[in-house]
């Protein structure tokens, strides 16, 4: 008090930088083509080598964890230090070191092929890294079908793993880790891939998720996923036996699916009793001569007669508790499922849907589970009661028999096929039901799926 004021200047400094939080890492041994730890979901880890050089990197996944694949066998050198560095969003990074272990005695010629299935339906193998091991075998069933096929990787004497020829696009294997990689679109969906190296030792299988479905578009509700079920049943086939893939190279398809007067095919039409009697009767090839009117009391004599009178003496369709055949109501699921039932493999396998158990078709929908032919919704139910579109109609019919072509498949006669003015190139279930409303001979792509070459139309 009393005093003049004396003052004092002070310059504001940057905001400190928040760093981000320090990930783990497990203990890396030497040889490993992968290293993981734990770390903040969403950050970034980069693995660095002692002298600071980018090993790999990954995302820290909503679980905690984040693991670096596809290291080099060699990379990792025992006694040798690996970063992993840590970056969240707007934080500067964290590192944190790890000695590099000595490989574990186990590791050596008694270690199995390492499987990983991805979250996104695709399939990784990653060969034990001794010096003996110069071969694996990955056995896996290619999509649209339900017999699995086995390709052979070798380590040539350069070093270098190679692919054997003929293999389907998309399968890849690293020249140097040996590591093979199959895509999703190129395995079934809920199939088992496995592996073993020569010696015999064999991974766990593991079952590929559901991640490369077609799906139509976002106003109706997704197909649900379907897998071929193997040449057991040919229907037309003019071979008319039952072979192997690798003895199928050529052959004959015919139509089952035909249009309306006004050139429609109506994809997302509800398909009817009396026409989904029609296409398992003309795929199947059963005979169809007798035209007498169908003995049911709601069924007048009509174009249905031979193929409802087809499928009753089989005993695949059948009158309701009131004696009607319903001609001219949709198809359930359920019902779908029953008129497979005695042209189809056995399974043994047990639907997991709730409203499956008990349900009087319960015996038929475990069966067509079994076989691939159809799954559930992503709800986790079946819906047996629900009605099938002609579009899901083609899809199972065309997998049951083994037809399925693509966009090159049919390029030589594009201008030929019988088209539908409904029908764009885009929809989802175009080349299905261009397969089942054309007849043609074709010959397969290659043996490790059932992929057709159109060599021919038919009247």
């Known amino acids: 008090p009393g005093k ?41 880890v980069v693995l660095k080598d002692k002298d600071g050089n980018k090993i790999g990197e990954a995302t820290v996944g909503e679980d905690g964890k984040w693991t670096v694949d596809n290291i080099p066998a060699d990379k990792l050198v025992e006694g040798e230090k ?34 990983d299935a991805k ?16 071969e694996i075998s990955v056995t896996y069933t290619p999509e649209g079908s339900t017999d699995p096929v086995t390709v052979t990787v070798t380590k040539g004497e350069d070093g270098k793993w190679k692919l054997p020829e003929g293999v389907p696009e998309g399968i890849t294997v690293d020249e140097n880790t040996g590591v093979v990689t199959i895509p999703a679109n190129k395995i079934a969906d809920g199939t088992d891939v496995t592996a073993k190296d020569k010696a015999g030792n064999e991974s766990d299988p593991k079952t590929v998720k559901a991640g490369n479905n077609p799906t139509k578009p976002d ?8 897998t071929w079920g193997g ?19 050529r052959g004959s398809h015919f139509r089952y699916i035909y249009g309306y007067v006004d050139k429609t095919v109506r994809p997302e039409g509800m398909i009817t009793r009396s026409e989904a009697a029609a296409m398992i009767a003309r795929l199947a090839g059963l005979d169809m001569s007798d035209k007498s009117k169908p003995a049911f009391k709601d069924t007048p004599s009509a174009w249905y007669n031979t193929a409802i009178n087809a499928m009753v003496k089989k005993d695949l369709m059948f009158a309701d508790k009131d004696g ?49 032919r159809i799954a559930g919704y992503p709800d986790g ?61 074709y010959h397969r792509m290659n043996k490790y799926n059932i992929e057709e070459m159109w060599t021919g139309l038919l009247d």
């Open 4 to 44: 003049e004021p004396a003052t004092k200047d002070a310059t504001i400094a940057a905001k400190a930088e928040e760093t981000s939080a320090e990930p783990t890492i497990t203990e890396p041994k030497a040889g490993d083509t992968s290293v993981s730890g734990t770390g903040v979901p969403g950050a970034t």
């Open 82 to 115: 690996v970063t992993a560095e840590q970056t969240e969003p707007g934080k500067e990074p964290a590192t944190k070191d790890a000695t590099i272990a000595a490989k574990a005695e186990e590791e050596t010629d008694t270690t199995a092929p390492k499987l």
């Open 119 to 134: 979250d996104d339906g695709s399939v990784t193998v990653t060969p034990p890294t001794d010096d003996d091991t110069k």
């Open 219 to 226: 106003d109706k509700p997704s197909a649900p996923a379907i």
């Open 231 to 249: 040449y057991w049943f040919l229907g037309y086939n003019e071979n008319k036996d039952t072979e192997p893939v690798e003895e199928l190279e």
């Open 324 to 372: 009607n055949f319903r001609p001219n109501e949709p198809i359930t699921r359920g019902e779908f499922a029953r008129a497979l039932y005695y042209i189809d493999h056995k399974s043994d396998k047990i639907a997991p849907f709730a409203d499956v158990k008990g349900h009087v078709y319960e015996d038929a929908i475990n069966q067509a589970y079994g076989n691939g």
């Open 381 to 441: 139910t079946f819906k047996p009661e629900a009605k099938i579109q002609r579009a899901e109609a083609a899809r199972i019919l065309n997998r049951f028999a083994g037809r399925y072509v693509q966009e090159k498949g049919i390029a030589d006669y594009k201008a030929r096929l019988i088209h539908f003015t409904d029908l764009p190139t885009s929809h989802w279930a175009y080349y299905e039901i261009v397969e089942a409303a054309n007849s043609h001979r």
